[in-house]
Each structure stands twice: as structure tokens, then as C-alpha cells.
């Protein structure tokens, strides 16, 4: 799939899948009806066929799982629009806040993990960075990732940065 789309048009869709053991005919497992379209920008290919590939996120899109045709499978993908709202200045501050600690812990543990964002990035695109880099459980960036109005996604983000301070912090040190 990868090589098929290196040749053409160099996009593809991310999705998760929500239930590895649920299987449809064909075998493969359930996924979400959200996904992040985006466009390869760089590739390395692996053994056995394989690619590490870097991706720019361009699109939240819905998915309808099209019927399967060999060699992989297909869907149909409605670009879903995200309001255009305000996004109160304190919830991006506490955003950029909680990020700024939580990558403080990890570096704690990884002196190389380096994490900065962009100056004067959109709030949408500020959320969607930490949730992409730093939120670490695969249902949560789901989740943030269906949350279309950007002034949620920013403070369900900032929730879960914090959440997750909390808990990997080393135990006996306070946490304000």
C-alpha cells in the first residue's frame, strides 16, 4: 500500500483499529469511522517490504469501509470541517503549560527527548501536536481526534497531559 501510493499521489489514511479480535469475513479487525488523512513526505523502506514513513496530517476525515478488493482494504473519505471559533487564551496557556511540564517528566527519564512547538501555531494546531507527540494512549489521541471543535480538543488534551504528569511522575514529588 505504501509503494502504491509512493507511486502515485502520496497520501494515505491513518486509523486506528478499535477491536483487534472483532474480524469480518476477510479477517481484518474493526476500525474507527475517524482518521487522520495526511501526505507522505519522506520513506525509508525495511526489510520484507515494510516503510517507516513521515506523514503531514492535512485532514480529519470519516470513514466508510468499502468492499474488499485484493490487494488491501479501501473506504471512502468525507473531509470533516472543523468550527471556526475562538479559543480562550487561558486554555491554550494551560495547554502549552501542561505540555511543557509532562515533556519535563519524559526528558527526566530520556535527556534527548526534545519537544517545542511552533510559534504562533493555531490552537488546533498546538493541540493536535501534543496530542500526537505526548498523549500516550492510542484511545485517547482517538478520541482527541474525533473532538472536531477545537476549543474542546485543546482543553481534552491539556486534561490529558495533565493526567498523565500525575501519573508518571517519580513518587514523593509534588506536583502543583
Not at 480538543?153 to 495533565?162: Q, Y
Request: aromatic share 4%; net charge negative.
Amino acid at each position: 500500500m505504501v509503494h502504491d501510493a509512493l507511486e502515485t499521489h502520496r497520501t494515505m489514511a491513518v486509523v486506528l483499529i478499535t477491536d483487534p479480535s472483532a474480524v469480518d469475513a476477510h479477517g481484518h479487525p474493526a476500525i474507527a469511522s475517524v482518521a487522520g488523512v495526511g501526505v507522505i513526505l519522506d520513506h525509508s523502506e525495511l526489510p520484507g517490504g515494510r516503510y517507516n514513513i513521515l506523514l503531514r496530517g492535512r485532514a480529519r476525515v470519516r470513514l466508510e469501509e468499502l468492499p474488499f478488493v485484493p490487494p488491501y482494504r479501501r473506504a471512502s473519505a468525507t473531509i470533516l470541517s472543523t468550527p471556526q471559533r475562538e479559543v480562550a487564551s487561558s486554555d491554550i496557556s494551560a495547554l502549552v503549560s501542561t505540555a511543557t511540564a509532562f515533556a519535563a517528566v519524559v526528558r527526566e527519564s530520556d535527556s534527548s527527548f526534545e519537544f517545542r512547538l511552533p510559534r504562533d501555531a493555531s490552537p488546533g494546531l498546538v493541540a493536535d501536536m501534543c496530542a500526537h507527540h505526548l498523549v500516550l494512549d492510542a484511545r485517547e489521541r482517538q478520541a482527541i481526534l474525533e473532538t472536531l471543535d477545537t476549543g474542546a480538543r485543546v482543553r481534552r488534551v491539556a486534561e490529558a497531559l495533565a493526567v498523565q504528569r500525575v501519573t508518571l511522575s517519580p513518587d514523593g514529588r509534588e506536583i502543583n
